[in-house]
């Protein structure tokens, strides 16, 4: 009866304050999310979840005692209205016998309206909040973001059929079902939950195929001279390389320059014979699909007028 009255209240609440929150939901025990709009509203909270145990205390829960982050609140009794405006109300909500004992808590976190103003990450220069890269197809990938310079957040909560870790602003995954060696049927949708220290929650979201997101480690040189370029697979590409093929781009760096991506660079992996080459670079990417390519990594040729060399992979 009690829970029915509560419900009672809670449905006039809202109608009287423009429907604030607009919706609620739990992302974790205990952890309650209040989606907001800006305006005036009430959201309540229970301390005790059943009627019996609340007929059961000799007070009839009129005494229970609530605390909003540490600090004793006037409101008493089993139920507690938290109080919204704007993006305000959120916090970690505890109640309590008259001894100071904890009888239940609530974290509530407060969402905004999806169409304001992100607060909590910034876009990156791909214009994207989640940044994901792989070094190969074993189904292992690390995603990165960077932090509002006015804010101070961390992972709440990570959503979707994957394992991670997380460490300051990166995080490490892996998709355990995924074989290197099937075609990727869909996509892996990862849903990252951020919150701040003044309880504000935003959800972050990306989904890709491994194919897209692959950008394999850096080459390794192995021999250069006047007539022959030598280099290997990065270690951590998938085998059999047949199965997983590397394309390479060849560029060679003129004195006075120092990029092997600027105009100063010559792309052409066959015979060269080309004065006041000092430095060689090589990069690579995967032969079959639109992926990123591997950064550079550039090596001096040894003391000659020109540089002459055919290209060699194992």
Known sequence: MRILIISIIFALLQQGN??????????????????V???????????????????????KGQEIIWKKN??????????????????????????????GSLLN????LIQEDKTKTRKILVKSDQEDYLICSTQNYNGEF???WTWHPGRV???AFIRGDISCSVDGSRMSCRDKQHCPYAEEAQHININVYFKTNHFLVENYSKYFYLSEIVKPDKVKISKVNGTTLEWSYPSSWNSPYSYFPLTFQIAQIRRGCKKCSNSCTHSKASMLQIPKVEIVCIRAKDALCNSHWSEWIKKKKKKKNYLKFSVQYF
């Not at 423009?18 to 989606?35: E, F, R």
């Not at 139920?79 to 309590?96: D, F, I, P, Q």
């Not at 808590?105 to 509530?108: A, D, L, M, Q, Y």
Request: hydrophobic share 30%.
């Open 18 to 35: 423009g429907q604030n929150p607009k919706a609620h939901w739990t992302l974790l025990p205990n952890i309650l999310v209040l989606q």
């Open 37 to 59: 709009n800006g305006a005036l509203g009430q959201h309540p909270l229970t301390c005790l979840e059943s009627a019996e145990e609340v007929m059961r205390r000799d007070d």
């Open 70 to 99: 540490g600090v004793e609140e006037d409101q008493r009794g089993n139920m507690y209205l938290v109080e919204l405006e704007e993006s305000l109300g959120g916090g970690n909500y505890t109640c309590h016998n008259k001894d």
């Open 105 to 108: 808590h609530t974290v509530v």
């Open 142 to 144: 690390h995603c990165s």
């Open 153 to 155: 957040g961390k992972v």
